[in-house]
């Protein structure tokens, strides 16, 4: 078994932070529970996967010397009963001593609402507070805002792991204990996937802008893998991230994986045509990206370190469409969305998004999914071949009952332009999505030994 290259060696250790995400994690990780109970799985697994002998033949001895911490979120005097955020450190050993620190961050769980929040909540910024966005009291609209800033979703997750502490101790106290004993230069890497690929460049560039409470002599060597991260701030972060961070930084992306084009406008644009000739755009994909032009128009988002290609990996023509992560329930919901937002519902209630996506749900499972011979698996070639015709006639009177102006002949034409051919390609987009990002990666990274050992423990 061949050692990894020290890119692969991170990515697995960035990897290994989503041991907790449902659908995706380390299988014998629990996934849902109270934040004592989770906190206590991530703390048995995860140093089960990184002193497994075979692990330790591809990435070499790293030892966990902080966390893993796990957020979650409070909300109604309750808690989403999922990790919502999760941050470790680990370190690799030379003989006696420690000789570099890597701090990975888990990426989205599609189970935790507040991370998704923290991936879109961008309509709003904050001001940079030289790394601590969110002791700025006031959340402040974009339009016409200068300054260097992140989006409120940012701010958000980067207060969750700033705050997180591990046996009495921050992370920023524990690097200063490090910092303070130490009479090397000591290498210290950040490193996440989606979410994580955000947010691990934003705390690094935080704790670069702090390094006088932690690392006042400069031992500290802070280098970024990113990996498959969307925009966290706008043009004047980027500026400061790239000038401060820019030349030990190695981003990961895909030219074909939509997350990393999210929230620049032009880097949107581009991911209606993604995937053509396999794909072409029509209204749907179009709406759907154009509302998340609409999230952060006026952000001024720009993507940082963007002189650094993406790879190119082809279009999946033989993909295999899970429906474990391809939740036929959330895409409807998706797709009523962005219909009523196309009628010109601005802001529709969610019990009429609800009501909506109930109607086109029910047309996905019985002209789609009841022709599948498997639950699980749903072939492009299925999806070809269908012909999902919600039925239009339910949600024109949903929606009549909704807007009592709203003429009956100017619904039929936009519902029907709408589902015209469109809702099949649409499908296909949002599964060649979610397999370029989830997939792709790893594939390209070309970790197949560890994932194989990190999925089954």
Aim: negative net charge; hydrophobic residues 40%; contains cysteine.
């Amino acid at each position: 078994m061949t050692q990894y290259n020290k890119q692969q060696q991170i990515y697995c250790l960035s990897w290994a932070s989503n041991l907790l995400c449902p659908g995706w994690g380390s299988k014998p990780a629990l996934k849902r529970g109270t934040q004592s109970e989770l906190q206590k799985s991530a703390t048995t697994i995860l140093p089960e996967i990184l002193s497994a002998p075979k692990v330790q033949q591809l990435i070499g001895t790293w030892e966990l010397v902080w966390g893993p911490v796990v957020y979650q979120h409070p909300r109604n005097g309750t808690t989403s009963g999922v990790a919502d955020n999760l941050m470790y450190m680990a370190a690799k050993r030379d003989g006696d001593e420690f000789d570099s620190y890597v701090i990975s961050i888990a990426g989205t769980s599609k189970a935790s609402l507040y991370s998704i929040v923290e991936d879109v909540y961008v309509w709003e910024t904050k001001l940079w507070n030289n790394g601590k966005p969110w002791n700025v009291d006031l959340i402040e609209k974009v339009e016409d805002k200068i300054g260097i800033r992140v989006s409120a979703g940012m701010s958000l997750a980067l207060k969750a792991v700033c705050e997180m502490t591990s046996d009495g101790k921050s992370l920023m106290d524990y690097l200063k204990e490090v910092m303070r004993s130490t009479k090397k230069p000591m290498p210290i890497i950040f490193t996440g996937f989606s979410l994580g690929g955000s947010l691990s460049p934003t705390l690094a560039l935080s704790f670069s802008d702090r390094r006088s409470e932690w690392d006042p002599e400069n031992k500290a060597d802070l280098s970024v893998l990113p990996i498959a991260g969307f925009t966290p701030g706008n043009k004047s972060f980027a500026e400061h991230y790239d000038q401060n961070l820019g030349k030990v930084t190695d981003r990961v992306w895909s030219q074909v994986d939509l997350i990393p084009h999210w929230w620049e406008q032009k880097l949107l644009d581009e991911a209606k045509t993604m995937y053509e000739p396999y794909l072409r755009p029509n209204l749907l994909i179009d709406l759907l990206i154009d509302f998340f032009k609409f999230l952060s128009k006026d952000g001024n988002y720009q993507q940082i370190c963007s002189d650094i290609p993406g790879y190119s990996l082809r279009y999946n023509l033989a993909i295999s469409n899970y429906l474990d992560y391809l939740d036929i329930p959330d895409l409807s919901k998706l797709v009523a969305r962005i219909i009523l937002l196309h009628l010109g519902f601005k802001d529709p209630r969610q019990e009429l998004i609800a009501e909506v996506g109930e109607i086109i749900e029910k047309a996905i499972k019985d002209d789609l999914i009841g022709h599948s011979p498997s639950p699980k698996i749903l072939s492009e070639e299925i999806i070809n071949k269908a012909k999902i015709k919600p039925d239009i006639e339910k949600i024109i009177v949903r929606l009549q009952k909704e807007k009592l102006d709203l003429a009956r002949e100017f619904l039929i034409n936009k519902l029907q332009e709408i589902f015209a051919e469109n809702l099949t390609d649409f499908i296909k987009y949002v599964a060649q999505v979610i397999y370029q990002h989830l997939h792709g990666n790893p594939n390209y990274l070309n970790i197949p030994e560890f994932l194989k050992i990190y999925d089954n423990g």
